[in-house]
């Protein structure tokens, strides 16, 4: 199908976009890989006045380490994350997520960041982002703000960003080296998007005991969270096989699970289960050959 | 395995008239079974699948031998050829069956450049454009090479009945003392002297003492109805991993061994029993279409509507039985449907024998994720230790 018709335009700096954006409120929409909008364009889900291009902004694509955190621009794609030599060293889940993302085509011109703001219920990286407390970086009219992955993600396409707001960064923290972290996801045959995905990362000590652990989950409900119950009944404790398996069976504790074409609510609760499951053990492995 | 073996027609009792009338033209049912058997390590599969399941791990085994009815078809289901070669050796061939990707433009050349010894470069398959082809009824039924390639097939036989008249007086020699081999007229006990039949089609053109009733013209028509249908058949083996925790089936294994009779392109017959099994296995597995209670089609992209990607498949193990048919000239059966007919019940068959222990017989397709889980959801699998 054909959009509706809009106009266009293409701001050479961050000033200049987020000027645009206020001048035309909730009239405009900003386009990054397009790979949400457009289908959503193309649908007519959505047609705004006016599409702001991101893409002819310096400095807004790029991953850096600094101060013990990694820093990823928003318009970095899913496949420079993907094969990021840093990442695989320093923060491999991110890596591991971007791998399983759509299709190379979708990893080629999608970005983290227009995907974050999305806010897809089924999306693979809020789980990730939530598992490793990232904060992201809002630029507006009145300067910037972070906010905590964990406050950023409302409903399902809702984020607490503000109609005059650009996501720019994504800064997470990655001071520990002996960690171990997983995602796996059971993807949904036709799209590829996650019926349920899980999101771990952890720090092992002495004798195997977990001494700090993330959990991030997608797909189960409208939307993406930190299953902070099964982390804290595995902070400070020994990662064994039945703690790991008693834990996961709680991350449905107080979750309203979707329920859609692919997967009852009874199914994807039964999902969320085992996937937290296995993806803590693998975290667990990885974690164990790490040291 | 020993329910087909012991209900199979005999090769002897071809053509084999079933209940309904139908005479099956003919077929070795068995041998394409025991081939697939053998092909697949079905008695070691058996013996892995007792294996695993007491590791609590559901390895099925699926099966399905098919007869198919091709061809379509005698009474008024013929199909038109043309072939024409012209003065530049150029060949024109003509088709009513339109092929829409199955490859026909080569396999109908094929068929061409063996009958009249020209070079596959110098034909020119046409169809589809009813500008150029007067009739033809077209593509469907597996019918395309098994009646639409025997019509261009008789076509080139009287294009090159044409040649060896045209040749006799050419070579000013009686037609009778023409040989033909490897695309050249040549005068019995004269092997030096003798023309190809491009070289006919040119020389004819130049030639200025042809008597008048000679037509030079090297092109004919024809049209083929055959006198029965005929009956494909094979045997497909699927084996699939089935995990009930999630529901999710994993392809292991595919072995087809398939019967089209006589093979004119096997990378061409490969490409038809490859895409029809992957098909065969969409629908067995993923696709489906759903509607809401008002109306609403839910299944309406190919982000909801899920189809087989390369990555969810094996390589397929693909052989052949070849036990032409009589009811042509050429043997050939057909091979479009084939895929699709073996491939469904035996990936259906695959996953049900994987969740016997759950007492599992039967599941309407397609088996989603969901499906599997909640058959063996709460059983306890017969012969093993695990609940699910």
Same mark, same amino acid.
């Given at each position: 199908?054909?959009?509706?018709?809009?106009?266009?335009?293409?701001?050479?700096?961050?000033?200049?976009?987020?000027?645009?954006?206020?001048?035309?409120?909730?009239?405009? %929409?900003?386009?990054?890989?397009?790979?949400? #909008?457009?289908? $959503?364009? %193309?649908?007519?889900?959505?047609?705004?006045? $006016?599409?702001?291009?991101?893409?002819?902004?310096?400095?807004?694509?790029?991953?850096?380490?600094?101060?013990?955190?990694?820093?990823?621009?928003?318009?970095?794609?899913?496949?420079?994350?993907?094969?990021?030599?840093?990442?695989?060293?320093?923060?491999?889940? $991110?890596?591991?997520? +971007?791998?399983?993302?759509?299709?190379?085509?979708?990893?080629?011109?999608?970005?983290?960041?227009?995907?974050?703001?999305?806010?897809?219920?089924?999306?693979?990286?809020? +789980?990730?982002?939530?598992?490793?407390?990232?904060?992201?970086?809002?630029?507006?009219?009145?300067?910037?703000?972070?906010?905590?992955?964990?406050?950023?993600?409302?409903?399902?396409?809702?984020?607490?960003?503000?109609?005059?707001?650009? #996501?720019?960064?994504?800064?997470?923290?990655?001071?520990?080296?002996?960690?171990?972290?997983?995602?796996?996801?059971?993807?949904?045959?036709?799209?590829?998007?996650?019926?349920?995905?899980? +999101?771990?990362?952890?720090?092992?000590?002495?004798?195997?005991?977990?001494?700090?652990?993330?959990?991030?989950?997608?797909? #189960?409900?409208?939307?993406?969270?930190?299953?902070?119950?099964?982390?804290?009944? #595995?902070?400070?404790?020994?990662?064994?096989?039945?703690?790991?398996?008693?834990?996961?069976?709680?991350?449905?504790?107080?979750?309203?699970?979707?329920?859609?074409?692919?997967?009852?609510?009874?199914?994807? +609760?039964?999902?969320?289960?085992?996937?937290?499951?296995?993806?803590?053990?693998?975290?667990?492995?990885?974690?164990?050959?790490?040291? | 395995?020993?329910?087909?073996?012991?209900?199979?027609?005999?090769?002897?009792?071809?053509?084999?008239?079933?209940?309904?009338?139908?005479?099956?033209?003919?077929?070795?049912?068995?041998?394409?079974?025991?081939?697939?058997?053998?092909?697949?390590?079905?008695?070691?599969?058996?013996?892995?699948?007792?294996?695993?399941?007491?590791?609590?791990?559901?390895?099925?085994?699926?099966?399905?031998?098919?007869?198919?009815?091709?061809?379509?078809?005698?009474?008024?289901?013929?199909?038109?050829?043309?072939? *024409?070669?012209?003065?530049?050796?150029?060949?024109?061939?003509?088709?009513?069956?339109?092929?829409?990707?199955?490859?026909?433009?080569?396999?109908?050349?094929?068929?061409?450049?063996?009958?009249?010894?020209?070079?596959?470069?110098?034909?020119?398959?046409?169809?589809?454009?009813? /500008?150029?082809?007067?009739?033809?009824?077209?593509?469907?039924?597996?019918?395309?090479?098994?009646?639409?390639?025997?019509?261009?097939?008789?076509?080139?036989?009287?294009?090159?009945?044409?040649?060896?008249?045209?040749?006799?007086?050419?070579?000013?020699?009686?037609?009778?003392?023409?040989?033909?081999?490897?695309?050249?007229?040549?005068?019995?006990?004269?092997?030096?002297?003798?023309?190809?039949?491009?070289?006919? /089609?040119?020389?004819?053109?130049?030639?200025?003492?042809?008597?008048? *009733?000679?037509?030079?013209?090297?092109?004919? *028509?024809?049209?083929?109805?055959?006198?029965?249908?005929?009956?494909?058949?094979?045997?497909?083996?699927?084996?699939?991993?089935?995990?009930?925790?999630?529901?999710?089936?994993?392809? *292991?294994?595919?072995?087809?061994?398939?019967?089209?009779?006589?093979?004119?392109?096997?990378?061409?017959?490969?490409?038809?029993?490859?895409?029809?099994?992957?098909?065969?296995?969409?629908?067995?597995?993923?696709?489906?279409?759903?509607?809401?209670?008002?109306?609403?089609?839910?299944?309406?992209?190919?982000?909801?509507?899920?189809?087989?990607?390369?990555?969810?498949?094996?390589?397929?193990?693909?052989?052949?039985?070849?036990?032409?048919?009589?009811?042509?000239?050429?043997?050939?059966?057909?091979?479009?449907?084939?895929?699709?007919?073996?491939?469904?019940?035996?990936?259906?068959?695959?996953?049900?024998?994987?969740?016997?222990?759950?007492?599992?017989?039967?599941?309407?397709?397609?088996?989603?994720?969901?499906?599997?889980?909640?058959?063996?959801?709460?059983?306890?699998?017969?012969?093993?230790?695990?609940?699910?």
């Amino acid at each position: 199908m054909i959009p509706a018709s809009f106009d266009y335009i293409a701001p050479q700096t961050l000033d200049e976009a987020v000027g645009a954006l206020a001048a035309h409120g909730g009239e405009a %929409k900003l386009l990054a890989g397009g790979h949400s #909008l457009l289908p $959503l364009l %193309k649908l007519r889900f959505v047609s705004p006045k $006016l599409l702001i291009d991101l893409s002819k902004i310096p400095g807004l694509s790029g991953i850096n380490e600094r101060d013990d955190k990694i820093v990823i621009g928003a318009l970095t794609t899913h496949y420079q994350i993907e094969s990021s030599e840093l990442l695989k060293e320093r923060c491999d889940l $991110l890596c591991q997520t +971007a791998r399983v993302i759509g299709d190379v085509q979708v990893r080629n011109r999608g970005t983290i960041g227009g995907s974050l703001t999305h806010a897809d219920p089924s999306a693979d990286w809020p +789980a990730a982002i939530l598992a490793l407390a990232g904060e992201l970086k809002l630029s507006g009219p009145k300067g910037d703000r972070w906010l905590a992955a964990e406050q950023f993600f409302l409903g399902p396409m809702t984020t607490a960003i503000e109609p005059t707001e650009i #996501l720019t960064e994504i800064r997470l923290p990655v001071s520990s080296r002996r960690y171990g972290s997983a995602y796996l996801k059971m993807a949904q045959q036709a799209s590829g998007f996650a019926v349920v995905g899980v +999101a771990v990362w952890l720090r092992l000590g002495q004798s195997s005991r977990c001494e700090d652990i993330g959990v991030g989950v997608t797909g #189960l409900g409208v939307k993406p969270f930190r299953a902070r119950t099964v982390e804290s009944r #595995l902070r400070g404790n020994k990662l064994t096989p039945k703690l790991v398996e008693e834990s996961a069976a709680q991350v449905t504790q107080g979750s309203d699970p979707l329920e859609d074409l692919h997967a009852s609510a009874k199914f994807r +609760a039964h999902l969320a289960q085992v996937y937290t499951s296995r993806t803590l053990q693998e975290a667990v492995k990885r974690a164990a050959s790490r040291r | 395995v020993k329910v087909r073996q012991k209900n199979f027609p005999k090769p002897t009792e071809f053509p084999f008239k079933t209940a309904t009338g139908v005479a099956y033209d003919s077929g070795n049912y068995q041998l394409a079974l025991n081939k697939a058997l053998k092909l697949a390590g079905y008695e070691k599969l058996r013996r892995d699948q007792k294996r695993l399941r007491s590791q609590g791990r559901y390895l099925g085994i699926g099966l399905s031998t098919y007869v198919e009815i091709c061809a379509m078809g005698p009474k008024g289901m013929w199909e038109y050829g043309k072939v *024409e070669v012209e003065p530049s050796g150029k060949v024109t061939v003509l088709s009513g069956a339109s092929p829409h990707g199955q490859g026909q433009e080569t396999s109908f050349a094929q068929i061409v450049a063996d009958e009249l010894g020209v070079e596959l470069d110098a034909i020119t398959v046409v169809h589809g454009d009813t /500008a150029a082809v007067p009739k033809g009824i077209g593509t469907f039924g597996s019918r395309a090479t098994a009646v639409g390639g025997i019509a261009v097939y008789q076509a080139a036989g009287k294009v090159k009945e044409k040649a060896r008249e045209l040749a006799s007086h050419l070579l000013e020699v009686d037609a009778d003392d023409l040989n033909f081999s490897e695309g050249r007229f040549n005068v019995k006990g004269v092997p030096k002297k003798g023309l190809t039949i491009q070289q006919i /089609a040119q020389q004819v053109h130049t030639t200025k003492n042809l008597p008048k *009733e000679m037509d030079p013209r090297l092109s004919a *028509e024809s049209t083929f109805e055959p006198s029965n249908f005929t009956f494909p058949f094979g045997t497909h083996i699927c084996v699939v991993e089935v995990e009930p925790q999630t529901g999710t089936v994993e392809i *292991e294994k595919y072995v087809a061994v398939d019967d089209c009779g006589k093979v004119i392109n096997p990378l061409l017959v490969d490409g038809q029993i490859q895409g029809g099994i992957v098909q065969g296995l969409g629908q067995a597995l993923f696709e489906e279409v759903i509607y809401d209670e008002n109306g609403q089609l839910l299944t309406g992209s190919l982000m909801d509507y899920a189809l087989p990607r390369a990555a969810d498949l094996p390589r397929l193990n693909l052989t052949r039985t070849e036990t032409p048919t009589p009811v042509n000239p050429l043997g050939i059966k057909g091979i479009g449907e084939a895929g699709t007919i073996g491939s469904t019940p035996a990936v259906v068959n695959a996953v049900v024998d994987a969740l016997a222990p759950f007492g599992v017989t039967h599941i309407d397709m397609p088996l989603t994720p969901q499906k599997i889980w909640s058959l063996s959801e709460g059983k306890k699998a017969a012969g093993s230790g695990a609940r699910r």
